[in-house]
C-alpha cells in the first residue's frame, strides 16, 4: 500500500512554489530575461532566403574559415530562439556562408560566444547525442516537399552527426520513426576554436545526397544553432516553439545550386577474421573462419539509388542494451545494423507495437544471428513516388544439416505518393518465403495515407492484412490516429485493431487479438518570472484492450503526469498510474512464479527524474511502487555519468525490482556498465559489461574502431558470454577483426 504523504508531499510544494506572478514588461521589443512565457512573433511574410556561391578553388576542410571565397558568398546571420524564449534574438551571434562546386555543397559557420571557455564540446564519437553540448546542425529538404530531409550536424569537438527526415520527424517506427540517426553517408566536417567562440566546416559532396534533376535547384534549408550554458535553440528560419529542426516545411529557400546530374557507383568489400566458440551449442574447440563480402551503391540517378549487398556481415555493431521483461509480451530491440537503416524510411508504414516491417526478423532468429548470403535494396524517388523495394535471402548454402535453418527470401515493397501540407497516400506488400520447404511462406498487404488539416491537425491511418497458409480465421489490422499540436496544446485520440490471426511475419507486433482506443492530452505552461523553472507539461493519458473475439479486457491503464522541465536542461515527473492486466491464462512470469488468470487492477507510482544531462556527473534515475498484477512491486532504476571533456565517458546502469505475488516473491536485476575512450572523433575504444538475472547471463563487449567514411574501417571486437546460475561457465566467446573500405568505380 502506497503511503498517500510521502508521495504528494513533494508534489503540493513543488505546486506551491509555482504561483502566477504578474506579466513581464514588454518594451521596445524587448522582453524580460526572465519572460519565457512571453513570446515575440518573428517577422516572417516569407520564407528567408540563401544564396549559394559557386568556386572553382573549394576551401580546405580545416575548420578554420580563413579563404577568400568565404567572404564572397552571401552570410547568413539573424538567428531567432525557439527556446527558451520562442521568436527573441539568439544569445550569441551566428553566421553561415554556402558555397559550392561541381562536387560538394560547402557550408561554414562562426559561432561566436562571448564565453568561450565555457564551451561545452560534447563526446568525440559519431553520432553522439548533440542535446548535451553546444551544437550546430543543418537540414537539406532536396526535393523542397517540405516533410523530408538530410541532416547534418557537429559539436566543437568536431563529429560527424547526420540522419534523415521522414514525414516531418513524426511516427514511432522500427528506425526510429521519423529521424533515422543511424543512415551514415560520407561527408566531412572540421571545427577550431579561439577566444572569440567556435567555427564548423562541413563539406557534403553531392553523390551523398538524393534531389532532382534541376537546371538550377531550390531546396529547403535550415541551420540550428544550441548553446548548452544557456540551453538555448536558435534558428536561421524560424520554427515554432512546439516543433523541432525536422518540421521542414518551416525551413528557409536555398537558390543558385547547379546540382551535377552525372550518376556514381561505390563497393564497399570487407575481409573478417575471427576466433569464436559456443559453448551453449557444444563446440568442442575455437573455430577460426575467414569471411569475405561487401556492399555497392549504384546512383541509378539522383533520386534513386541501388544498394547491393553479399554475404553481409554486421560485427561492428553494437551490442543490444538487455531489458528487463516483466510482462508476457514481446520486447522491442531497436534495428543497428546499418544496411537495414538507411531509407529505412521508405518502407516504414505502422506503430505502437504494429510494425509491418521489422528489418530484425531478417538475419536474427531468436536474437542468434542467421547466415545472410545477399539481396539488394532500391530506394527513392522517381515519377514523383517514394520507392522501397528489397529482397534479402538468409540461411546456409547447399542442404541445410539436422537442427539447421533452411534460410528464407524476404521480398519488401513499397509505394507512396506525397502530396501537399504533409499528406500522402501508399500501398505495401512484404513476403517471407521459407527456402526449404514447401508451403512455407506468408504475405502482408496494406494502404496507408495521411492527411495534414492546417498547421496543427495530422490525420492518418492504415489498413492490412496477412496471408499465411494454415491461418484461416480473422488476419486482418487497422489504425487511424488523430494528433494535434499547438504552441500550448498538444492532443492524441487511435483507434486500432488486430485481429487474432493477423501475421506479418516480416513485422513487429507485441500483442494479437485486441481492439484499443487510446486518447492523450498535455499543456504547455511556462511560468513568467521564474529564471529557473522553464516549462510544466500536466498531461495524462488512457488505453484500454479489449479481445476482438470476446470482448474481455486485456489491459487498461490511466496515466497522470506534469513533467517539470528545468532552465539546466534537469527534468522532474511525479507520475501515478492506474493499471488493469487481465489473464485469460496461467501466466509463468518468472521460472516457478505463476500468476493464476482473472482481472488485477490498482496505483502505483512512476517517478521519473534527471539532473543536467550535459554536466561533468550526471544522473537519471526512476522510481516504480504499489500495485502489479496479484501483488506488489518496488522498483529502482537509473543510469550514473561521468563524461571528461570529449575525450572519454563511462556510466553505470541498474534496474532491480523486488515482486511480491500471490504465487510466489522474486528480485530480477540488471546491471550494465558502459565506458568509451575517444582518441579522435574517427578513432575510439568503448566497452559494454551486463549482468542480467533474467537472462540468467553476464556479456561483455569491446570494440576498437578506427572508422573511414560511411561506417567504414577497421573494427576489432571481443565478446564474451558467461552463466550465472543454471547457465552455469562461459556460453559463447569470440575475437573478430574485420577491415572495409569504400572504393569509387565510376562517377559520370
Known amino acids: 500500500m502506497l503511503d498517500g504523504s510521502l508521495f504528494f508531499a513533494p508534489l503540493l510544494a513543488v505546486l506551491l512554489v509555482f504561483q502566477p506572478t504578474p506579466d513581464p514588461v514588454v518594451a521596445g521589443g524587448d522582453v524580460t530575461a526572465t519572460a519565457s512565457e512571453t513570446r515575440i512573433e518573428p517577422t516572417r511574410t516569407q520564407d528567408p532566403e540563401a544564396l549559394a556561391h559557386p568556386v572553382i578553388t573549394p576551401p580546405v576542410i580545416d575548420g578554420i574559415l580563413n579563404e577568400a571565397e ?3 558568398a552571401q552570410p547568413l546571420d539573424g538567428f531567432v530562439q525557439r527556446v527558451p524564449t520562442d521568436g527573441a534574438p539568439a544569445s550569441e551571434p551566428t553566421e553561415v556562408r554556402v558555397l559550392y562546386d561541381e562536387d560538394a555543397i560547402y557550408v561554414g559557420v562562426w559561432l561566436w560566444d562571448s564565453q568561450p571557455e565555457r564551451i561545452s564540446e560534447g563526446p568525440a564519437i559519431r553520432d553522439s547525442r548533440l542535446d548535451d553540448s553546444d551544437a550546430v546542425v543543418l537540414v537539406f529538404d532536396t526535393y523542397h516537399d517540405g516533410q523530408n530531409g538530410f541532416v547534418f550536424g557537429t559539436n566543437p569537438s568536431g563529429i560527424e552527426y547526420d540522419g534523415q527526415v521522414t514525414n516531418e520527424g513524426r511516427g514511432g517506427g522500427a528506425a526510429g520513426g ?3 540517426l543511424n543512415w551514415d553517408g560520407s561527408w566531412d566536417v572540421a571545427t577550431s576554436r579561439d577566444e572569440h567562440g567556435w567555427y564548423a566546416e562541413f563539406r557534403i559532396p553531392f553523390s551523398t545526397l538524393r534531389y532532382a534533376s534541376a537546371d538550377e535547384a531550390v531546396w529547403g534549408l535550415n541551420v540550428m544553432r544550441r548553446l548548452r550554458r544557456l540551453n538555448e535553440e536558435s534558428f536561421w528560419a524560424p520554427i515554432s516553439r512546439q516543433y523541432s ?8 529557400v536555398l537558390r543558385g545550386l547547379t546540382p551535377p546530374a552525372g550518376r556514381q557507383a561505390t563497393v564497399s568489400p570487407y575481409v573478417l577474421q575471427s576466433a569464436q566458440r559456443n559453448f551453449a551449442a ?3 574447440d575455437y573455430g577460426y573462419p575467414t569471411e569475405f563480402g561487401g556492399d555497392a551503391k549504384v546512383q541509378l540517378s539522383q533520386s534513386l539509388t541501388l544498394d547491393l549487398t553479399v554475404n553481409t556481415d554486421f560485427a561492428q ?4 542494451d538487455q531489458q528487463v521483461n516483466l510482462s508476457r509480451f514481446s520486447l522491442f530491440f531497436p534495428e543497428k545494423r546499418p544496411f537495414f537503416l538507411e531509407n529505412s524510411g521508405y518502407f516504414q508504414v505502422g506503430t505502437g507495437g504494429s510494425e509491418l516491417f521489422f528489418s530484425r526478423r531478417i538475419g ?4 542468434q544471428p542467421v547466415p545472410i548470403r545477399g539481396g539488394g535494396r532500391l530506394s527513392g524517388r522517381t515519377g514523383g513516388f517514394n520507392v522501397g523495394l528489397l529482397h534479402i535471402q538468409t540461411g546456409l548454402d547447399g542442404p541445410a544439416a539436422e537442427g539447421e535453418a533452411h534460410g528464407d527470401a524476404f521480398s519488401v515493397a513499397r509505394v507512396a505518393r506525397e502530396l501537399p501540407n504533409r499528406s500522402q497516400v501508399g500501398g505495401f506488400v512484404a513476403e517471407r518465403r521459407g527456402r526449404g520447404l514447401d508451403g512455407d511462406w506468408n504475405r502482408t498487404y496494406a494502404v496507408d495515407g495521411q492527411v495534414g488539416l492546417g498547421e496543427s491537425l495530422t490525420l492518418s491511418s492504415f489498413a492490412a492484412r496477412t496471408d499465411t497458409p494454415g491461418l484461416e480465421g480473422r488476419d486482418h489490422a487497422l489504425h487511424v490516429n488523430a494528433l494535434y499540436t499547438s504552441r500550448a496544446y498538444r492532443a492524441m485520440a487511435t483507434y486500432r485493431e488486430v485481429a487474432g490471426d493477423f501475421n506479418p511475419e516480416v513485422g513487429f507486433l507485441s500483442r494479437r487479438d485486441y481492439r484499443t482506443g487510446s486518447v492523450f492530452g498535455m499543456h504547455y505552461i511556462r511560468p513568467e518570472g521564474i529564471s529557473w523553472l522553464r516549462e510544466i507539461r500536466p498531461h495524462f493519458s488512457y488505453n484500454t484492450f479489449r479481445s476482438l473475439e470476446t470482448g474481455f479486457e486485456q489491459s487498461a491503464r490511466l496515466h497522470l503526469d506534469s ?4 532552465s539546466s536542461g534537469a527534468h522532474f515527473e511525479p507520475a501515478f498510474n492506474w493499471v488493469r492486466e487481465g489473464l485469460v491464462n496461467p501466466f509463468e512470469i518468472v521460472e516457478g512464479v505463476v500468476v493464476e488468470p482473472g482481472t488485477y487492477d490498482g496505483w502505483e507510482a512512476a517517478w521519473r527524474f534527471n539532473t543536467d544531462l550535459s554536466a561533468p556527473f550526471s544522473m537519471q534515475a526512476r522510481l516504480d511502487a504499489g500495485h502489479f498484477l496479484s501483488g506488489n512491486r518496488r522498483a529502482v532504476s537509473g543510469e550514473v555519468s561521468y563524461r571528461h571533456g570529449s575525450v572519454a565517458t563511462l556510466g553505470l546502469r541498474l534496474d532491480h525490482n523486488e515482486v511480491e505475488l500471490a504465487g510466489g516473491d522474486f528480485d530480477v536485476t540488471l ?11 574517427r578513432i575510439s575504444l568503448q566497452s559494454l559489461v551486463q549482468y542480467a538475472t533474467q537472462q540468467d547471463m553476464w556479456s561483455a563487449n569491446l570494440r576498437f574502431g578506427w572508422q573511414q567514411t560511411a561506417g567504414t574501417g577497421l573494427f576489432i571486437v571481443y565478446n564474451d558470454a558467461r552463466g550465472i546460475q543454471t547457465l552455469d561457465g562461459p556460453l559463447y566467446r569470440s575475437l573478430i577483426i574485420k577491415y572495409s573500405r569504400q572504393f569509387e568505380l565510376f562517377r559520370g
Do not use: C, K
Request: avoid cysteine; glycine fraction near 12%.
Open 70 to 72: 568565404w567572404s564572397q
Open 178 to 180: 521519423g529521424f533515422n
Open 245 to 252: 529542426l525536422y518540421r521542414v516545411s518551416q525551413a528557409g
Open 282 to 284: 557444444g563446440d568442442l
Open 317 to 320: 555493431v553494437e551490442a543490444d
Open 364 to 367: 536474427i532468429d531468436q536474437g
Open 563 to 566: 513533467h517539470f522541465e528545468f
Open 671 to 681: 546491471a550494465a556498465l558502459r565506458a568509451g575512450y575517444f582518441f579522435t572523433p
